[in-house]
């Protein structure tokens, strides 16, 4: 599906893909459906290394990716702080 092609930009794409990438899983994140296949397709380590290292744009829309992310799902939020978020 989508959220693979998604994840795989956000973690491989050059860094206008990335931050696009980031800002659509920021979107699709805010429903709960979406918050276990964007984890399972492996969405939030490269989303934290965005926020953490990618430009101010990149950081932007990580951040409210991993903030959708985190909002409803306990075992995400363990995720993310696994990956260093």
Excluded: F, H, T, Y
């Amino acid at each position: 599906g989508g959220i693979e092609v998604l994840v795989s930009l956000a973690r491989d794409g050059n860094e206008g893909q990335k931050e696009e990438a980031a800002g659509a899983l920021w979107n699709l994140a805010a429903i709960a459906d979406n918050q276990v296949a964007i984890a399972k397709a492996g969405g939030i380590a490269p989303l934290v290394a965005l926020a953490r290292d990618g430009s101010d744009g990149q950081k932007q829309e990580a951040a409210g990716a991993l903030l959708n992310l985190a909002a409803n799902a306990d075992i995400n939020k363990v995720a993310i702080a696994k990956a260093g978020g």
